[in-house]
């Protein structure tokens, strides 16, 4: 029904930046919200930030400095760039999409992201 696709992790040195892209595709409507999430080792699942329909991106605690949503409305695509990334960075990045008038969750496989010399 809903189908999501990470892409754009991979190995960057510290100090370097990605661009990480979420595409939703599927039969639905309306994509009520897009999150992007993380897992780092040893923490628990954190909010970067989500999109909603209208209005402006909203983050998750200590994430807007270094992080950045943006959505491609014609595409269905949820983009998230990370800069100035640390080895404390180190983990999967996920998308979520809420769909079905507020009561359908799917999540991403996610995308491995690596900060490392």
């Known amino acids: 029904q809903v189908q999501l696709v990470e892409s754009g992790g991979g190995l960057v040195q510290p100090g370097g930046s990605l661009r990480l892209s979420c595409q939703v595709s599927?039969?639905?409507?309306?994509?009520?919200?897009m999150d992007w999430h993380r897992q780092t080792p040893g923490r628990q699942r954190e909010l970067i930030g989500y999109?909603?329909?209208?209005?402006?991106?909203i983050y998750g605690p200590s994430m807007k400095d270094r992080f950045t949503i943006s959505k491609d409305n014609n595409d269905d695509i949820l983009y998230l760039q990370v800069d100035n990334l640390g080895p404390e960075d180190t983990g999967v990045y996920s998308c979520?999409?809420?769909?079905?008038?507020?009561?359908?969750?799917?999540w991403g496989q996610g995308t491995q992201v690596t900060v490392s010399s």
């Open positions: 999109s909603l329909s209208a209005g402006p991106i």
């Open positions: 599927g039969d639905f409507s309306e994509i009520n919200r």
């Open positions: 979520k999409v809420v769909t079905e008038q507020w009561t359908r969750v799917d």
